[in-house]
């Protein structure tokens, strides 16, 4: 029988690549846009979701196109984000791995430029690239794309939505005029109807369903709760789906932080991604995913561009994105490769004509739910735990030697007594936090709603009263996120999450709030601790840092004269007021490291992202464009 793929005109050493895979059968954007691609001789616009099979329609077709004789680039294929570089990558290594001299580089911010131009130098015929790393390495005039003969814009408009027009414009001058471009994109808005007027010529276009529309794998709920409730409403939503596998979607990095540190807190599998981690924070973050070692992935919308993962039961809006068009690329990371999957968005009454504004571009429906009471999500978990008892492999050979001490400890139980003992294990701590649960939905009516205050403020943080702030000398360059931070804290200090306040994760140092009644415990317990082989310390912080009491001495993150009880070198006036500088450098204005103006508090007023003005240094990425 001859193999679907085959009858596209796909060669058989990549045929069997595909199979080994386990691609069975072409996707209808595949099916459609392959043998098109193939001729080799028209500009192409492929309009189809996420999750469809778009690295395949034209990461294929390129394949049976180039020389792999050659070891110049002929193929470049521009994405948004290093995750979806380094998913093409892989995907387009994988198609190629029966073909003799193939050679595919990716090309991306955070990564060693070094080793990247070495690989280019020692030969490649496609290169997958985010715009920013590629016109640095254009700038060193370290390739030339002098015999590309195809350029693929993937997820276009969202390049578009990050600010790359300029580069792409850049990058695309050094490549021939009679290139064939490929645009892909799950949606249509104007900018990317520009981008084919500008750099096509009469090309084909193939639109898979309706243009903007959904997933139809996908369904769409929403729930109506006050903004107070909404960190409540996420818990109930994830306890009420025991197997969820989900990506949670909120509007900023100072977001993600917040609501992944408290789902840990809480007990939950969570950890967050967003543009500032390091490249290989971000990769740790993934891999994690990846393995199903994490349930929850609490992501901005620039950092899950890329993600391919299989089998994500749910995407779960927080927040509802600012860009109407975004929700389509959100809502695309479940229900992929025709699996089924759910998309929940969690509004307050002021968000309905956001939802309908949703519903016309994707063209469809959203069903109102409400969130379940206490006694629906305590019946839900019980019967869970109970059907994976009944359903558990049990390892004959290895459990027969332990079986008459474990008859001894049960005999004086009766079959009853012993299952409710094994169902309460897990069951109990449901019932204690889901007794005299409220009723958390609201109405699309309930015009007393205030609106959102910032994803802390919707459910109300807990205050600094009662705790105590402290000093630690680990931080983002030890490749800590807030939830490693919060894990190492906890494990080594012997001390509940929920003794935890808040985390200001810095670069060499970090501080972190707890319990006053903890403090003394914590400091015993970590006596001794080491962490790569250099001893870990913990303070309490100076009255001038916001936080705690007690004594300081000295600059703990190096370097500078101090005022008022800074950390880290650069000079701060009085004990309350505007920091220079919180890193040791330059003089800026409009924000503290990292771009975001902080209260001493810690509680973040406003997230410019790096954006404001500054003087004399570039320290937290001022042209989101180089987040790539």
Same mark, same amino acid.
């Given at each position: 029988?001859?193999?679907?793929?085959?009858?596209?005109?796909?060669?058989?050493?990549?045929?069997?690549?595909?199979?080994?895979?386990?691609?069975?059968?072409?996707?209808?954007?595949?099916?459609?846009?392959?043998?098109?691609?193939?001729?080799?001789?028209?500009?192409?616009?492929?309009?189809?979701?996420?999750?469809?099979? !778009?690295?395949?329609?034209?990461? +294929? @077709? =390129?394949?049976?196109?180039?020389?792999?004789?050659?070891?110049?680039?002929?193929?470049?294929?521009?994405? @948004?984000?290093?995750? =979806? *570089?380094?998913?093409? #990558?892989?995907?387009?290594?994988?198609?190629? !791995?029966?073909?003799?001299?193939?050679? $595919?580089?990716?090309?991306?911010?955070?990564?060693?430029?070094?080793?990247? =131009?070495?690989?280019?130098?020692? %030969?490649?015929?496609?290169?997958?690239?985010? @715009?920013?790393?590629?016109?640095?390495?254009?700038?060193?005039?370290?390739?030339?794309?002098?015999?590309?003969?195809?350029?693929?814009?993937?997820?276009?408009?969202?390049? +578009?939505?990050?600010?790359?027009?300029?580069?792409? &414009?850049?990058?695309?001058?050094? #490549?021939?005029?009679?290139?064939?471009?490929?645009?892909?994109?799950?949606?249509?808005? @104007?900018?990317?109807?520009?981008?084919?007027?500008?750099?096509?010529?009469?090309?084909?276009?193939? #639109?898979?369903?309706?243009?903007?529309?959904?997933?139809?794998?996908?369904?769409?709920?929403?729930?109506?709760?006050?903004?107070?409730?909404?960190?409540?409403?996420?818990?109930?939503?994830?306890?009420?789906?025991?197997?969820?596998?989900?990506?949670?979607?909120?509007?900023?990095?100072?977001?993600?932080?917040?609501?992944?540190?408290?789902?840990?807190?809480?007990?939950? &599998?969570?950890?967050?991604?967003?543009?500032?981690?390091?490249?290989?924070?971000?990769?740790?973050?993934?891999?994690?995913?990846?393995? /199903?070692?994490?349930?929850?992935?609490?992501?901005?919308?620039?950092?899950? /561009?890329?993600?391919?993962?299989?089998?994500?039961?749910?995407?779960?809006?927080?927040?509802?994105?600012?860009?109407?068009?975004?929700?389509?690329? /959100?809502?695309?990371?479940?229900?992929?490769?025709?699996?089924?999957?759910?998309?929940?968005?969690?509004?307050?009454?002021?968000?309905?004509?956001?939802?309908?504004?949703?519903?016309?571009?994707?063209?469809?429906?959203?069903?109102?739910?409400?969130?379940?009471?206490?006694?629906?999500?305590?019946?839900?978990?019980?019967?869970?735990? $109970?059907?994976?008892?009944?359903?558990?492999?049990?390892?004959?050979?290895?459990?027969?030697?332990?079986?008459? /001490?474990?008859?001894?400890?049960?005999?004086?139980?009766?079959?009853?007594?012993?299952?409710?003992?094994?169902?309460?294990?897990?069951?109990?701590?449901?019932?204690?936090?889901?007794?005299?649960?409220?009723?958390?939905?609201?109405?699309?009516?309930?015009?007393?709603?205030?609106?959102?205050?910032?994803?802390?403020?919707?459910?109300?943080?807990?205050?600094?009263?009662?705790?105590?702030?402290?000093?630690?000398?680990?931080?983002?360059?030890?490749?800590?996120?807030? %939830?490693?931070?919060?894990?190492?804290? *906890?494990?080594?200090?012997?001390?509940?999450?929920?003794?935890?306040?808040?985390?200001?994760?810095?670069?060499?140092?970090?501080?972190?709030?707890?319990?006053?009644?903890?403090?003394?415990? =914590?400091?015993?317990?970590?006596?001794?601790?080491?962490?790569?082989?250099?001893?870990?310390?913990?303070?309490?912080?100076?009255?001038?840092?916001?936080?705690?009491?007690?004594?300081?001495?000295?600059?703990?993150?190096?370097?500078?004269?101090?005022? %008022?009880?800074?950390? %880290?070198?650069?000079?701060?006036?009085?004990?309350?007021?505007?920091?220079?500088?919180?890193?040791?450098?330059?003089?800026?204005?409009?924000?503290?490291?990292?771009?975001?103006?902080?209260?001493?508090?810690?509680?973040?007023?406003?997230? !410019?992202?790096?954006?404001?003005?500054?003087?004399?240094?570039?320290?937290?990425?001022?042209?989101?464009?180089?987040?790539?």
């Amino acid at each position: 029988m001859i193999n679907p793929f085959s009858k596209l005109g796909i060669s058989d050493d990549v045929v069997n690549a595909v199979k080994d895979l386990g691609f069975e059968n072409p996707t209808p954007i595949q099916e459609q846009s392959i043998p098109v691609l193939l001729e080799g001789n028209n500009d192409f616009v492929g309009l189809a979701q996420t999750g469809t099979g !778009k690295t395949a329609a034209f990461g +294929l @077709p =390129l394949l049976e196109l180039i020389d792999f004789k050659s070891n110049k680039p002929q193929a470049l294929i521009l994405c @948004p984000t290093r995750e =979806l *570089c380094l998913q093409i #990558t892989s995907d387009i290594k994988n198609f190629s !791995k029966n073909i003799s001299g193939a050679n $595919v580089v990716a090309v991306y911010g955070g990564a060693n430029i070094m080793q990247q =131009l070495r690989e280019i130098r020692n %030969g490649v015929q496609i290169v997958v690239a985010t @715009p920013g790393r590629m016109l640095d390495i254009i700038g060193r005039k370290a390739i030339d794309f002098s015999n590309v003969k195809f350029v693929v814009l993937d997820e276009a408009d969202e390049m +578009l939505n990050m600010g790359f027009q300029e580069d792409i &414009n850049d990058i695309l001058s050094t #490549t021939p005029d009679d290139k064939k471009t490929w645009l892909f994109s799950a949606t249509m808005p @104007p900018e990317v109807r520009r981008i084919a007027k500008n750099y096509m010529d009469s090309p084909v276009e193939l #639109t898979m369903g309706t243009k903007n529309t959904g997933n139809v794998n996908i369904e769409h709920e929403y729930y109506i709760v006050r903004a107070r409730d909404k960190y409540a409403a996420l818990k109930r939503i994830v306890d009420f789906n025991p197997e969820i596998f989900a990506v949670v979607f909120c509007k900023t990095k100072l977001d993600t932080q917040d609501v992944a540190e408290h789902l840990i807190k809480d007990g939950y &599998n969570a950890d967050a991604l967003h543009g500032d981690l390091s490249q290989q924070q971000r990769d740790k973050v993934m891999q994690r995913f990846r393995d /199903r070692n994490m349930q929850l992935l609490i992501a901005t919308d620039v950092a899950a /561009r890329g993600i391919d993962v299989n089998n994500v039961t749910h995407v779960i809006n927080y927040s509802l994105p600012d860009e109407i068009e975004s929700y389509t690329h /959100r809502s695309g990371r479940t229900g992929r490769a025709g699996k089924t999957g759910i998309s929940i968005c969690i509004v307050n009454s002021k968000e309905i004509g956001k939802i309908r504004q949703i519903e016309r571009i994707i063209g469809k429906s959203f069903t109102k739910a409400d969130l379940p009471t206490g006694f629906d999500v305590c019946e839900k978990q019980l019967f869970a735990l $109970v059907h994976k008892v009944h359903n558990v492999e049990v390892n004959e050979s290895q459990i027969e030697q332990y079986m008459p /001490r474990i008859m001894d400890e049960f005999a004086e139980l009766s079959k009853d007594e012993v299952i409710k003992r094994f169902a309460s294990l897990e069951f109990n701590r449901f019932l204690e936090y889901y007794k005299n649960a409220p009723d958390l939905n609201s109405s699309a009516d309930d015009r007393g709603e205030r609106g959102e205050r910032g994803e802390r403020g919707e459910r109300g943080p807990r205050s600094s009263e009662g705790y105590t702030r402290l000093f630690i000398n680990l931080g983002s360059v030890d490749d800590f996120t807030r %939830g490693d931070l919060l894990s190492f804290v *906890c494990n080594n200090g012997k001390i509940s999450g929920k003794g935890i306040g808040k985390i200001d994760l810095k670069g060499v140092y970090s501080f972190f709030e707890v319990e006053n009644a903890a403090v003394e415990s =914590l400091f015993n317990n970590f006596k001794g601790v080491e962490f790569n082989n250099r001893g870990v310390r913990i303070e309490k912080t100076a009255d001038g840092d916001g936080g705690g009491g007690g004594r300081s001495r000295g600059g703990f993150g190096g370097g500078g004269r101090r005022e %008022g009880g800074s950390y %880290g070198g650069g000079r701060r006036e009085g004990g309350g007021g505007e920091r220079k500088s919180y890193g040791g450098g330059n003089k800026r204005e409009g924000g503290n490291s990292g771009g975001g103006f902080r209260d001493f508090s810690g509680r973040s007023r406003e997230d !410019k992202g790096g954006a404001g003005r500054r003087e004399g240094g570039n320290s937290g990425g001022a042209d989101r464009r180089r987040r790539s």
